[in-house]
């Protein structure tokens, strides 16, 4: 007992200053901020918070590609809980550095688009998405409302 309750914490340590971890959350704090004419610098941090539902919020840390007009989220094929909540209400608020973003989501079905998405997400993170087709990914453009 003395093992697992000591091994228990210890995990509870290691993961407690992991914002990546894929942990949900309720309702994003901040200040409602204009939208920028350039993603590239508001989207430079490698984590960000997005938040679905919202007439229960639901929140999520993900990675984020923005690159000029462009903004992006992804979930590769997996068909997450902020998925299912964009596709039954594409309003999402996007959280950077204490701003928020109020913006909307909508799904990516081109090729050429996904593997240019593909490029820049390289290109910050250092490898290819798992799942480079389009059809079986959840990869999301984000645009104003």
Not at 122 to 129: I, Q, S, T, W
Request: aromatic share 10%; glycine share 6%.
């Amino acid at each position: 007992m003395k093992l697992w309750l000591a091994m228990m914490i210890a995990l509870t340590l290691a993961v407690s200053g992991c914002e990546y971890l894929p942990i949900s959350g309720g309702q994003l704090d901040g200040e409602v901020v204009p939208l920028p004419d350039a993603w590239s610098v508001v989207a430079a941090p490698d984590i960000i918070q997005l938040e679905t539902n919202p007439k229960d919020p639901y929140s999520v840390n993900l990675w984020i590609i923005g690159d000029g007009a462009d903004l992006y989220v992804y979930a590769g094929a997996n068909r997450a809980t902020w998925v299912e909540h964009i596709e039954q209400d594409p309003r999402v608020r996007l959280g950077i550095d204490g701003q928020l973003f109020e913006l909307r989501a909508e799904r990516v079905h081109a090729a050429d688009e996904f593997k240019s998405f593909s490029d820049k997400w390289e290109a910050k993170y250092g490898n290819r998405p798992r799942n480079e087709d389009v059809a079986e990914s959840y990869l999301f453009r984000l645009l104003p409302r």
